[in-house]
């Protein structure tokens, strides 16, 4: 079993950045692809961004893509999310996310076994 622990949400201006960090416990993540997801309030929850296992795979988002960077530090057992050019529309909860099995980078919801609890990243305008 693996748990995720993300932090680094909060409030920034348009134009922004933040940098957010997922730590996993109870099971070395390195074996596992990677996920950042979120969801604003009234939709659904979507892919932002997923690094495979070796981290030589990299996917985005349209939305994210140049603005966004994924990387992960398996030495940590921690994936990270840089973003940059925060916009308001990014404001949601952001989740970490584990796929046990891909070594592709899973834009799927549904690949991921394992989520955290989320972190609140807010972008005012």
């Known amino acids: 079993q693996v748990q995720l622990a993300e932090s680094g949400g909060g409030l920034v201006q348009a134009g922004g950045s933040l940098r957010l960090s997922c730590v996993a416990s109870g099971r070395t993540i390195s074996s596992y692809d990677m996920g950042w997801f979120r969801q604003a309030p009234g939709k659904e929850r979507e892919f932002v961004a997923a690094i495979n296992r070796s981290g030589g795979i990299t996917k985005y988002a349209d939305s994210v893509k140049g603005r966004f960077a994924i990387s992960r530090d398996n030495a940590k057992n921690a994936v990270y999310l840089q973003m940059s050019g925060l916009k308001p529309e990014d404001t949601a909860l952001y989740y970490c996310?584990?796929?046990?099995?891909?070594?592709?980078?899973?834009?799927?919801?549904?690949?991921?076994?394992?989520w955290g609890q989320g972190t609140q990243v807010t972008v005012s305008s």
């Open positions: 996310a584990a796929d046990p099995y891909s070594s592709l980078a899973n834009l799927d919801t549904r690949a991921y076994d394992y």
